[in-house]
T-cell receptor
Framework: GAGVSQSPSNKVTEKGKDVELRCDPISGHTALYWYRQSLGQGLEFLIYFQGNSAPDKSGLPSDRFSAERTGGSVSTLTIQRTQQEDSAVYLC??????????????FGSGTRLTVV | GNSVTQMEGPVTLSEEAFLTINCTYTATGYPSLFWYVQYPGEGLQLLLKATKADDKGSNKGFEATYRKETTSFHLEKGSVQVSDSAVYFCALSPYSGYSTLTFGKGTMLLVSP
């Protein structure tokens, strides 16, 4: 597609429920990144993919968080047993390759997750 | 580890005022440096970048110079407009080829007419 598409744009969920967030990167972009943006905390790196593999999962805050990418394209971030502290905007970005950070990422508009 | 520190906001200016948003970094080696902008309701967009010391990145009237001696990459604009109101993020990418960006916390800029 023309840009990075994320869905849903907004999600309200009850504490303890599981949620899935979707990211559809720009066609042909092999690298995909997930960040979390919390109020006053800036952007927190979660995980990145090169193709379908995830060389760096170091940013995932707990084992309730997982992500996968299939076909080198769409990625899904899953949060199990959501907690209120998971409330944030989850941003996805893609780039042509892992060596492409010098050319910048293209970000999606994010999914605003609210856990009540 | 790598880190980026930005001045806290919000920065409130009148239209046509001069803008400086300070950014300093900590990194090993020779990182690349970036400024991203997030307009209300939108995703982050790359504003400008610099990949080596003394490089100046520029775009849309904004400039930033990569200063290795002071580990800084301050964002400047000579005359801001209301449409520049947004959140600005400074970021770095380490030289190692590992491409994950490290971001600062962001600085909100509010420009009034």
């Amino acid at each position: 597609g023309a840009g990075v598409s994320q869905s849903p744009s907004n999600k309200v969920t009850e504490k303890g429920k599981d949620v899935e967030l979707r990211c559809d990167p720009i066609s042909g972009h092999t690298a995909l990144y997930w960040y979390r943006q919390s109020l006053g905390q800036g952007l927190e790196f979660l995980i990145y993919f090169q193709g379908n593999s995830a060389p760096d999962k170091s940013g995932l805050p707990s084992d309730r968080f997982s992500a996968e990418r299939t076909g080198g394209s769409v990625s899904t971030l899953t949060i199990q047993r959501t907690q209120q502290e998971d409330s944030a905007v989850y941003l996805c970005a893609s780039s042509r390759s892992t060596g492409d950070s010098n050319y910048g990422y293209t970000f999606g508009s994010g999914t605003r997750l609210t856990v009540v | 580890g790598n880190s980026v520190t930005q001045m806290e906001g919000p920065v409130t200016l009148s239209e046509e005022a001069f803008l400086t948003i300070n950014c300093t970094y900590t990194a090993t080696g020779y990182p690349s440096l970036f400024w991203y902008v997030q307009y209300p309701g939108e995703g982050l967009q790359l504003l400008l970048k610099a990949t080596k010391a003394d490089d100046k990145g520029s775009n849309k009237g904004f400039e930033a110079t990569y200063r290795k001696e002071t580990t800084s990459f301050h964002l400047e604009k000579g005359s801001v407009q209301v449409s520049d109101s947004a959140v600005y993020f400074c970021a770095l990418s380490p030289y190692s080829g590992y491409s994950t960006l490290t971001f600062g916390k962001g600085t909100m800029l509010l420009v009034s007419p």
